[in-house]
């Protein structure tokens, strides 16, 4: 956990962010990243320029991982990694979002499976944080023009803007 730490303070998260994360207990099979774990996932994302602002927070046991964003335009946003396909939607709009659903879901077999109710993303309604979005869709939408050569940045890209816009705006 110290080495997870240690990379979120690097990244500008606040020390109350990490603090719950330290204080998160094993729950579903969702468990905070041993420092073998993180290492390897760190190296992992590190080849790969799609995974450039993710940190591993939690892992499921069986190679999927709720992964933190520390830039970009999504920075504090939480995503879902799974080992069968890239999606690298935001799903909640922090870690204090993502482990007070994590925390309110019934006991699961499949920690991937967290209802996509508690989700914060994609929302069938406007949020009232919807004009603060607003602003990283259209950060959004300037990587998205400005992305040419990388084809899978691109996509996941326009899968975070079609996450983040609200139903009337699509």
Not at 70 to 99: Q, T, W
Not at 111 to 124: H, K, Q, W
């Amino acid at each position: 956990m110290e080495q997870l730490k240690q990379a979120l303070a690097a990244h500008g998260i606040p020390g109350s962010a990490i603090a719950q994360l330290a204080a998160f207990e094993a729950r579903n099979g969702l468990s905070v990243l041993d420092e073998a774990e993180f290492k390897q996932m760190q190296e992992y994302f590190g080849s790969f320029p799609v995974y450039r602002f993710l940190v591993p927070l939690l892992a499921d046991g069986n190679s999927n991982y709720w992964c933190l964003y520390v830039g970009g335009p999504l920075k504090n946003m939480i995503c879902y990694v799974s080992h069968e396909e890239v999606d690298l939607a935001p799903r909640f709009r922090s870690l204090a979002s993502f482990l007070a659903a994590s925390s309110a879901y019934p006991p699961s077999d499949d920690p991937g499976d967290i209802a996509a109710t508690l989700f914060d993303f994609p929302s069938r309604q406007v949020p009232p944080t919807y004009a603060q979005d607003r602003e990283i869709i259209r950060k959004l939408y300037t990587a998205l023009a400005a992305e040419t050569a990388d084809d899978e940045q691109r996509t996941q890209t326009a899968i975070a803007l079609l996450a983040l816009t609200a139903p009337p705006d699509i």
